[in-house]
């Protein structure tokens, strides 16, 4: 599988964006996704996952009631709403895919370049 994320940009604090995640190759129903970040000086943290079908999700505490994550398999995207969003979002947010929703990094084999997201007034 091959992903490439994008949506991202410059936001004021308390505003929104969303990321994309495409994909292709034809298994991408097969496997849960998740959403890394990493900031400048930082180690990547994990921010959400989602199971292959949709029907599970998992947040970070971080982000937990100002993201949603979801997925649409039949145009084989996963996506990322970020609402409220604070200067600590800012970073480079990566898509990957994992055969199991997982926090961990070392759980995905796929991994796509990253979309830059800056939130500052």
């Known amino acids: 599988v091959q992903l490439q994320a994008s949506g991202g940009g410059l936001v004021h604090p308390g505003g929104s964006l969303r990321l994309s995640c495409a994909a292709s190759?034809?298994?991408?129903?097969?496997?849960?996704m998740g959403w890394f970040r990493q900031a400048p000086g930082k180690e990547r943290e994990f921010v959400a996952t989602?199971?292959?079908?949709?029907?599970?999700?998992y947040y970070a505490d971080s982000v937990k009631g100002r993201f949603t994550i979801s997925r649409d398999n039949a145009k084989n995207s996963m996506y990322l709403q970020m609402n409220f969003l604070k200067p600590e979002d800012t970073g480079v947010y990566s898509c990957?895919?994992?055969?199991?929703?997982?926090?961990?990094?070392?759980?995905?084999?796929?991994w796509g370049q990253g979309t830059e997201v800056t939130v500052s007034s």
């Open positions: 990957a895919a994992a055969s199991v929703p997982s926090r961990r990094s070392d759980d995905y084999r796929y």
């Open positions: 190759g034809r298994t991408f129903g097969n496997y849960a």
């Open positions: 989602i199971s292959w079908g949709g029907g599970d999700t």
